[in-house]
Nanobody, 128 residues
């Protein structure tokens, strides 16, 4: 099992940046595909980004992103710190949501169904 704790959320103006962190305890994040998801009020949870198991590269890439965040968000992993990050740039009000970190034993995927472990979430609000 792995326990996940997100941090780094907050209030930011449109066009600004935030970096979310997901600290893991228990098993190391390198043994999981790690993902970021978000849920806005009144909407379903949606995938944001994922990074594959350490050492696994599929189709020439080990990351995947939702179309709505491509070119703006970057997911990364620091195995030594057992932490996954989500760098978010050029934020818009449409990015406002609770952001969740999750872990999957599968290869690279953005399907929430395949993620067995979830953090409690961190609120991101983009507003002027």
């Amino acid at each position: 099992q792995v326990h996940l704790v997100e941090s780094g959320g907050g209030l930011v103006q449109p066009g600004g940046s935030l970096r979310l962190s997901c600290a893991a305890s228990g098993r190391t994040v390198s043994t999981y595909t790690m993902g970021w998801f978000r849920q806005a009020p009144g909407k379903e949870r949606e995938a944001v980004a994922a990074i594959s198991l350490a050492g696994v590269v599929l189709s020439g890439a080990n990351t995947d992103y939702a179309d709505s965040v491509k070119g703006r968000f970057t997911i990364s992993r620091d195995n030594a710190k057992n932490t996954v990050y989500l760098q978010m740039n050029s934020l818009t009000p449409e990015d406002t949501a609770v952001y969740y970190c999750a872990a999957s034993g599968r290869s690279l995927t953005l399907l929430p169904t395949y993620f067995a472990y979830w953090g409690q979430g961190t609120q991101v609000t983009v507003s002027s």
